[in-house]
């Protein structure tokens, strides 16, 4: 259900052009949980961008769920943003000032859809978070803010989930616990997976693994697990 | 995203730099006051002058002579134009060609000192005929204004405006006292009912008395001068054709051919009326304008402090895009936000400024002046409202549109 072909982005910095995909074929399909591992640099985030709808590749094709994405508009591509990308970031990016249930609100809001309260309310409760609806993102700890941000991501019940380094700032056992939780999700609920990171304890969790170095995939297997 | 999420989060914004949102609010705040403020002032003023033209009688035609001139074209100098006479008066009297005309009668003024036991007072004395409480619109309270007998008999009585009374008579009964006018004695047979206003001259600093009695007491050696002649019309409707009538009686009276060579001129009240009321609806506008000066600059602070919060809220743009906000989500949120920071200004400011235009006229250095009572009309409200919105929707527009058009990117990376 994601394809791109011959994906390349290239980036202009003043009168250098900077490639930073060079030709990508990828397909992942529904309720997989890939790893995109790399350094930095090889091109990891700019995939994610474009996985993300948040950026245009410069040339190649990109389809998900039978749409081409590779030349929509910006409100285009935010309405396929709401509707089928869960984006977990690093750092959490919840709203500040605002109640972890009004941050899970919030892509219903911007989908114009109803009983925005009760599946904001389901899904926090579904990452374990039912006894901090009310509390604002500096009354949680890091990892009840990233599961807040997890339940934002669920709550429109998009195509992908996709996690940007989701532990690259949280402990070693919050780690596991999003790990895990992510695991859960993918078992249980089937729900497509891209995970980018560049730890490989953190890759281990995911079931298929894609590495980039220099904006090329040099490597792409299921893991024995 | 509706109007109800969008207030909800233009509130949380807001709510968020309290300070901050408080201050930018002030600059409209004191923008809308001060527009408030003013245009009521000049309402006030516009109402006051309204008020006393009115209490003047809006049928009254006054006629005076025309500036002194010999029939060589050689001016004669102030005050020997006597074109008007006690004939003049007699004739507009006769309606025969002026039935649009009332009555008309004379006025010969006079100024003098006043004195009462140990008090002294300076009022003009007016000599007139009885007509004179029916054309300019007085009611006598208490005792009775002179007769024709009055007149003929060059009887030295008075009737008096409330306020000379309150100056000369504490308290006392001024009916039956006798007063000094020019060190020549005068009884008191009437007081004429309280007229108000001011500004103009007040209508209750008078003296009135026979204008026999004026001539041969007060004028002395100026003789029987007609200084104007006050003639009433019917009815407010049917001043311009009263005007006619006077005219052409007195233009054949005085054997004049040429209106331009009148020796004499009219100005009814409706006149003063139109030229009062261009300069006070002149004054309201530049008053108006100059407190919408500062509702511009209030305007610009919006715009600044809106600018402020969308580059410190780069991130939050970022995250909002990034799950699926549309250009026209953010535009919206922005736009809301400096329209509720405006229009709550634009209220507070309504509120301030009806507040101190209702209590101004309390505060004793103004109740005791002439200053004008402020009048707060309801469309200055509804108009001061709309404007501070609109301006919140004006100078929010640069930047909310510059927050819409962030690319989600680069605003998530922003630090």
Known sequence: MITLEGVTKTYRMGRIEVPALQGIDLYIGRGDFVAIMGASGSGKSTLMNIIGCLDVPTSGRYILDDTDVARLADDQLARIRNKKIGFVFQSYNLIPRTTALHNVEMPLIYAGEGGRSARAREALVSVGLADRVNHQPTELSGGQQQRAAIARALVTNPAILLADEPTGNLDTNSSVEIMRLLTRLNAEQSRTIVLITHEQDIARFASRVVELRDGRIVRDERSAA | ?415
């Open chain 2, 1 to 415: 995203m509706n109007l109800y999420e969008a207030l909800r989060m233009a509130a949380n914004g807001l709510l968020a730099n309290r300070t901050r949102s408080a201050l930018t609010m002030l600059g409209i705040l004191i923008g809308v006051t001060a527009v408030i403020l003013l245009v009521a002032v000049g309402n006030g003023a516009s109402v006051q002058i309204n008020n006393q033209v009115q209490s003047l009688g809006a049928n009254v035609i006054y006629v005076y002579p025309a500036n002194a001139r010999g029939s060589g074209g050689v001016s004669q100098g102030f005050g020997t134009a006597q074109s008007l006479t006690q004939a003049d008066v007699d004739a507009l009297n006769t309606r025969q060609q002026d039935p649009d005309v009332v009555a008309a009668i004379p006025i010969a003024q006079s100024g003098g000192q006043i004195t009462y036991g140990n008090q002294n007072y300076f009022a003009p004395t007016t000599g007139t005929t009885p007509a004179f409480p029916q054309v300019r619109n007085y009611q006598v309270a208490e005792g009775s204004f002179f007769t024709d007998d009055d007149v003929t008999a060059r009887h030295r009585v008075v009737v008096l405006g409330q306020t000379v009374v309150d100056n000369l008579f504490a308290g006392t009964d001024p009916i039956g006292q006798t007063i000094k006018i020019s060190r020549q004695s005068f009884r008191v047979i009437g007081v004429f009912a309280q007229k108000g206003g001011s500004g103009l001259g007040s209508q209750d600093n008078v003296v009135v008395a026979p204008i026999t009695a004026v001539w041969a007491y007060l004028t002395g050696a100026r003789g029987k001068v007609i200084s104007q002649i006050v003639a009433s019309a019917s009815s407010a409707g049917t001043v311009t054709q009263a005007e006619t009538e006077i005219t052409t009686i007195l233009l054949n009276r005085h054997q004049i051919s040429d209106p331009t060579q009148a020796d004499f001129q009219l100005q009814s009240q409706q006149d003063i009326l139109n030229q009062a009321t261009s300069i006070a609806t002149a004054l309201t506008l530049v008053l108006g304008a100059i407190a919408g000066i500062s509702l511009v600059v209030g305007g610009i602070g919006i715009m600044n402090i809106m600018l402020v919060t969308v580059t410190e809220r780069t991130r939050e743009i970022g995250i909002r895009k990034a799950i699926g906000a549309r250009r026209r989500d953010i535009l919206v949120q922005f736009l809301i936000e400096a329209m509720v920071l405006s229009g709550l200004g634009g209220a507070l400011g309504i509120a301030l400024g009806a507040l101190l235009a209702m209590e101004a006229p309390k505060i004793p250095a103004i109740a005791s002046s002439s200053f004008p009572t402020p009048v707060v009309s309801p469309t200055s409200v509804v108009l001061a409202f709309c404007v501070s919105v609109a301006i919140g929707l004006f100078f929010g527009i640069y930047p909310a549109n510059r927050a819409a058009r962030l690319h989600p990117i680069e605003a998530l990376r922003y630090e």
